[in-house]
């Protein structure tokens, strides 16, 4: 299996032997890893106790046009070669996918990708995979293929020849709640909790300001707690992401709740958005698809990144073009950023000495593009002493059973259009098809009327009423609904 970005295209391995002086040849564009196979599979092949054949051995891997990239066809190489020779039998390597990289001694090594592609050999119609042992969890989550796990190529030797079995995978371990804590650990903050819970129901981004230590972490952590678990669909296309960028865990493969991810602000654009040298890796903004990009300290990110993040919140996957073609990673994920409110970071807003000048420049940058895309923004201030009063907090389950409810109501309403929460209608919609009563507009007609607020302003406006009518149940949102909407635009716009 060739895997480019996610998705996975069937390689076939041929091979001949033929007279001549020793010498093995690959060819079908193979890349400088896949140069160095050679070697491995040989030696790996003695290694096993097999014999390798006297004579000139071409092996070719079709299509011819595909790029090859990496060692995942070490073992495929291997057992080609060794059918060829006439050592195997050839009926159960037909309808048989060998994944795997070969050490010296025979092993057979784990690979980055392998949940992408056993998905690729179930859609191309073969009935078994073979993959590395320790690739086992990742690959028995995908049903309706068998999948068999090979420690050693003399393993794999023995079941082509019928003298042995492999293991196949265990029965899939009790998933893991992922520790991402609870919305009751957050003290006071009104205005920021209703915020989240806004947030989570409309899918909107979110922009949390305010000094540091005052929680923009701590509530940001909580939000994947509100949305609803992945569906089957989306934990596989989650899970096929962390695959191949390599950090899906051992025991627990299968990531079925949406992803928290936290990049550091000063990720380079290949971390962030994916990319690198050698073959291409999902980078954070992937990581976070169907799931949450925070980003902290927002305002000390470069330009770059900022500007690379556009095609993913606009587009929902990222395209690495590369010189082995192109690389796609699904990459929709709810923004959240965070930052203090000025260079200097004071903990109480008396105490600022920045210029008022360099104040409004500090989040000035985040403008256009990314700020666009915000619909909600929210000033977190510290607490008055009455927030430790010891009254009752809500707790995320709680908090979670109101989005989900709110968040039904969004898709029955859009599911004609191929939508599904309320931040992804576009303005267009909003102001015609589903046009407010004239009374629920008069605020936002009010403040664009005056020029303190941009038409692209009302549509983030009436797309956060929609999600705030949604959570008190209602058909359509009221004035009293937009004007709520509002407030979290005037507060947040520093
Ligand atoms: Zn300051």
Partial sequence: MAVAGVDGQLVEIEADIGQGLPSVHLVGRPDTTLQESRDRVRAAVSNTGEKWPDGRVVLALSPATLPKVGSVYDLALAAAVLDAAGSIPSQRLADTVLLGELALDGRVRRVRGILPAVLAARTAGRGTVVVPTAALPEAGLVNGIRVLGAASLGELVDWLRGAGELAPPEPAA????????????????????????????????????????????????????????????????????????????????????????????????????????????????????????FLDECAEIGTKVLEALRTPLEEGEVRIARRDGVARYPARFQLVLAANPCPCAPARDIDCICAPLARRRYLGKLSGPLLDRIDLAVQMHAQAAGAFSGEEVESSEVVRARVAVARDAAAERWSALGLSTNAEVPGHILRQKFRLPREALAPVENALRHGRMSARGADRAIRVAWTVCDLRGGHLPTAQDVLQALNFRQRGAA
């Fill in 174 to 293: 009790p998933p893991l709640i992922p520790p991402t804590g609870d919305l009751r650990e957050v003290v006071g903050q009104d205005e920021a909790r209703w915020a989240l819970e806004v947030a989570a129901a409309g899918g909107h981004h979110l922009l949390l300001t305010g000094p540091p230590g005052i929680g923009k972490t701590m509530l940001a952590q909580r939000l994947p707690g509100l949305l609803p678990p992945l569906r089957e669909r989306e934990s596989l296309e989650v899970t096929a992401i962390h695959s191949v960028a390599g950090i899906l865990s051992d025991d627990h493969p299968l990531i079925f709740s949406p992803p928290f991810v936290a990049p550091h602000h000063s990720s380079s654009v290949a971390a962030m958005i994916g990319g690198g040298s050698g073959s291409a890796r999902p980078g954070a903004a992937s990581c976070a698809h169907r799931g949450v990009l």
